[in-house]
T-cell receptor, first 114, second 112 residues
Framework: KAGVTQTPRYLIKTRGQQVTLSCSPISGHRSVSWYQQTPGQGLQFLFEYFSETQRNKGNFPGRFSGRQFSNSRSEMNVSTLELGDSALYLC?????????????FGPGTRLTVL | GQQLNQSPQSMFIQEGEDVSMNCTSSSIFNTWLWYKQDPGEGPVLLIALYKAGELTSNGRLTAQFGITRKDSFLNISASIPSDVGIYFCAGQPNQAGTALIFGKGTTLSVSS
């Protein structure tokens, strides 16, 4: 089974721009979660999608948004980029997302905001 | 918000030594997970724990879910150079659904 894939792997943007990141979960998995990883704050939960619905949301501003498609692929969007948005963005998939369902991570998208 | 305290922050050991790291929380978790992350890659799941008191092994790795449900530890026996990396604990609180809360990580260095 193929693992979680994320595209692109690297991205450079300037302040004020917007960016869209993509995640394809493991085949058959229906839950996709997004995390932001920075040296200072570590891994922080952004949001989780299940069956095309946002089911859970972390404590991030509204500039961070996402969606999930019927094939479970997910995208996250960051609008009006700030320097502090530079981070590794990770997506994780699990079968149903409920208790007892392990989350498997993709390789991440490294976003640099200049 | 909920936080996990992971220690130690870093470890420098000789090949062949055993390693122990742990995570504690002020809150109860229903699931504890241990991940390893190599530079430039996403975290890889090592061990998942679902019951208080549970002890689970994966090769040279052993992890335990604390009885109080507020802590977990990971042991690595007979370390080898490829064990180098950052180890993260993650807890899943029942109320938050699938959202994982991560520790800050333990950076392991192994010298041969």
């Amino acid at each position: 089974k193929a693992g979680v894939t994320q595209t692109p792997r690297y991205l450079i943007k300037t302040r004020g721009q917007q960016v869209t990141l993509s995640c394809s979960p493991i085949s058959g998995h229906r839950s996709v979660s997004w995390y932001q990883q920075t040296p200072g704050q570590g891994l922080q939960f952004l949001f989780e999608y299940f069956s095309e619905t946002q089911r859970n949301k972390g404590n991030f501003p509204g500039r961070f948004s996402g969606r999930q498609f019927s094939n479970s692929r997910s995208e996250m969007n960051v609008s009006t980029l700030e320097l502090g948005d530079s981070a590794l963005y990770l997506c994780a998939s699990s079968a149903t997302g409920g208790r007892g369902n392990e989350q498997f991570f993709g390789p991440g998208t490294r976003l640099t905001v200049l | 918000g909920q936080q996990l305290n992971q220690s130690p922050q870093s470890m420098f050991i000789q090949e062949g030594e055993d390693v122990s790291m742990n995570c504690t929380s002020s809150s109860i978790f229903n699931t504890w997970l241990w991940y390893k992350q190599d530079p430039g890659e996403g975290p890889v799941l090592l061990i998942a724990l679902y019951k208080a008191g549970e002890l689970t092994s994966n090769g040279r790795l052993t992890a335990q879910f604390g009885i109080t449900r507020k802590d977990s530890f990971l042991n690595i026996s007979a370390s080898i150079p490829s064990d180098v990396g950052i180890y993260f604990c993650a807890g899943q609180p029942n109320q938050a659904g699938t959202a994982l809360i991560f520790g800050k990580g333990t950076t392991l260095s192994v010298s041969s």
